[in-house]
């Protein structure tokens, strides 16, 4: 079938890979993050290191939303951090269009930010509390030495993200969740990104206002044609605004596909197990499903299990999985699986 | 009065509003913002009102009274009286031009030292929060170091080598303030330490903000209120140390004066003649309360959350 372009790691684009379609936005290979751990309070030792991202590679194309959805501790946080290198990455490529981002050096990479920006999942956390909004959307373009005409396109953006412009002289605290999300989306536009990287942009909203959130950010997508790394834990989110989904488990890409590969024809253990806890909104389809319940937590990203990280809580486990690293390819089953056993199997 | 409205004095007032929509100016907003919240703080704005009066009658005072402070009258230790307001003491120096006097001397150094000390914690605990790692290993040990110093001796011994000299107020408030940063220091560390991992400092890094900017516009901003805290009371503590010095003969020399040195000479007469020691102290007290209260009422105005106005 299909094989996986270079390192058999990457993610498919959404015209079949390996041939010549349009080229990634954003292309990362064999991306590692490792940090360091440390003992003892006067005399540090490293003892080891957190296997946080381990060789994960992927593309995201122009216009297209890519979700990275994972339990907590899998690494998709780090990867956003190290796409815009808030995070250095231990090893691996991130690669701009042609610019390799890990080679530039902090003023080239200051300037390189007006094309990469991040919303943050915390919006409490995420906006300076002592700057009024028109500062906090206005920040950008005074960063960047863009200083004319800032209070008109301050308010333009506000305008833009559904928030009255009259507000902007007040403070992030006089705002809601949502209207505070609204506002690290309005920054992050300011410069017109060609890739965002959403951080679980909804998981600290309600639910009723994280539909509007969403709704706003595919409406965004669809005016100005950005790009968006989309990671999250919350399923069903991730199916509503992703064209493609990569799941994550310690750090490895477990699966990757279209939105209907993953979400209809499941391969992998882990993603089965993933999806069949997804709560259906019909009770009846609800109350009649089997539920895959893995057994235990995720063991250590310190001293992660050799072979297929998935197997100490995999039904499916064989010796082989312990001995050999699954790797990423499609074994039949129409996408790239990290599975020996990969088989397709319905669950939601 | 009725062609009051229509006089030309009202009519270029919405002209006046309309310049300042258009030429709005960020910055200069933020800080009238900060401005109008002082102002419904009662408490600070009557403390700076006094505070104003008391410098301004330290400062020009000494000119507009009938006595200079080094001037020998004829009264010997009267009391309180229409002709010497705060008395006079044994050898008839006029207690009130004294007090002015040594309420310049005390102000000044408790002002030279407050901005010194602030500054020099205030920076070099952002320095080391913000660096962290070797700079913040450095400089934390220096700091330790000036802790473990007796301050004490060393301020003994330096107002002891500048004993009897007039200049030697300067040389005083420099001293003070040489041991006065630390605490601020680690204060400010610890802040910096804790806002630099907060998502709005990495939201501006990823804006492209250098360090710079993050330092000036999003973490000082968001420390600023234990820094004024920590100024007023250092203000408060400087002139107990100046008082202190003085009180034991190391403190500002005579002919000139500081509050200390009054209040250390009135208090062996505190019993018989209770306005030699009395007068000096409250204005002592009366100018550390103020400027503590102005403090409380400039860190609640720069804190946007803080809606809560005390009386």
Redesign the interface.
Same mark, same amino acid.
């Given at each position: 079938m299909t094989t996986v372009p270079e390192d058999g790691l990457a993610a498919m684009g959404p015209e079949a890979a390996g041939t010549d379609g349009p080229r990634p936005v954003l292309s990362v290979r064999n991306l590692v993050k490792h940090f360091p751990v440390h003992s003892g309070e006067v005399i540090r030792r490293r003892v080891g290191d957190i296997h946080a991202v381990c060789g994960v590679s992927f593309d995201l194309f122009q216009g297209e939303t890519l979700g990275l959805v994972g339990e907590s501790g899998s690494g998709k946080s780090t990867i956003a951090r190290c796409v815009l290198r808030l995070h250095e990455p231990t090893a691996g490529s991130v690669r701009f269009g042609d610019i390799d981002l890990l080679a530039q050096n902090r003023k080239q990479m200051r300037r390189l930010r007006r094309e990469l920006q991040i919303v943050f999942q915390d919006p409490y956390a995420s906006l300076d509390p002592r700057m009024t909004v028109d500062d906090i959307v206005g920040e950008p373009f005074r960063i960047h030495g863009l200083k004319d005409n800032v209070e008109a396109e301050t308010r333009e953006l506000l305008r833009l993200v559904g928030l009255n412009p009259e507000h902007g002289n007040r403070y992030p605290h006089e705002f809601s969740g949502g209207q505070r999300q609204r506002i690290g989306i309005a920054r992050a536009l300011a410069l017109e990104p060609k890739v965002i990287v959403l951080d679980e942009p909804v998981s600290a909203l309600d639910v009723s206002i994280q539909a509007g959130v969403v709704n706003l950010l595919e409406d965004l997508q669809e005016r100005l044609g950005v790009a968006y790394l989309f990671v999250a834990h919350d399923l069903s989110v991730v199916r509503h605004i992703c064209d493609r989904v990569a799941v994550m488990y310690l750090g490895r890409i477990m699966e990757t596909g279209t939105r209907d590969d993953i979400y209809k024809r499941p391969s992998h253990p882990y993603t089965q197990a993933l999806l069949s806890a997804v709560p259906l909104p019909d009770p009846v389809a609800e109350r009649g499903r089997v539920r895959i319940v893995l057994k235990g937590d995720p063991p250590s990203t310190v001293a992660p299990p050799s072979g297929c990280r998935f197997r100490t809580r995999c039904w499916k486990a064989q010796d082989i999985c312990a001995e050999e690293e699954p790797a990423l390819v499609d074994r039949g089953q129409g996408h790239p699986s990290a599975c020996h056993f990969a088989e397709v199997e319905e669950v939601v | 009065m009725a062609d009051l409205a229509h006089s030309p004095v009202g009519a270029p007032k919405p002209a006046a509003t309309d310049e300042m929509v258009e030429f709005?100016v960020?910055a200069t907003?933020?800080w009238r913002?900060v401005l109008r919240r002082f102002l419904r703080h009662k408490l600070a704005v009557c403390s700076l009102v006094v505070l104003v009066i008391l410098v301004l009658a330290s400062f020009l005072g000494g000119s507009l009274i009938a006595y200079r402070y080094d001037e020998l009258t004829k009264d010997f230790s009267s009391a309180p009286s229409l002709r010497h307001w705060f008395g006079t003491d044994t050898i008839g120096h006029d207690t009130f031009a004294q007090v002015l006097r040594g309420a310049r001397r005390s102000l000044i150094v408790a002002l030279l030292v407050a901005v010194l000390s602030t500054s020099v914690g205030a920076l070099i605990g952002v320095l080391a929060g913000y660096y962290r790692g070797i700079v913040d290993l450095a400089l934390m040990r220096l700091t330790d170091l000036f802790l473990t110093i007796p301050s004490f001796v060393v301020l003994l011994v330096v107002s002891a080598r500048y004993r009897g000299e007039s200049g030697n107020w300067l040389a005083l408030s420099l001293v003070i303030a040489g041991f006065f940063w630390m605490q601020l220091a680690r204060v400010v560390r610890g802040i910096f330490l804790s806002l630099r991992e907060?998502?709005?400092v990495?939201?501006?890094?990823?804006?492209?903000?250098?360090d710079r900017?993050i330092i000036l516009?999003?973490l000082l @901003?968001?420390s600023l209120g234990p820094i004024i805290v920590n100024a007023t009371l250092l203000v408060g503590a400087a002139i107990v140390t100046e008082t202190a010095l003085s009180f034991l003969g190391f403190g500002i020399a005579p002919p000139d004066t500081s509050l200390g040195r009054l209040v250390a000479e009135g208090a062996v007469a505190s019993r018989t003649r209770w306005w030699l020691f009395y007068m000096p102290g409250l204005y002592l007290v009366l100018i550390s309360l103020c400027i503590n209260f102005v403090g409380d009422g400039l860190r609640d105005a720069?804190? @946007?959350?803080q809606n809560r106005v005390r009386a």
């Open positions: - | 709005g960020a907003s933020q913002r907060r998502e709005f990495e939201a501006a890094r990823a804006l492209g903000a250098t900017r516009r999003h @901003p968001n720069i804190d @946007p959350q």
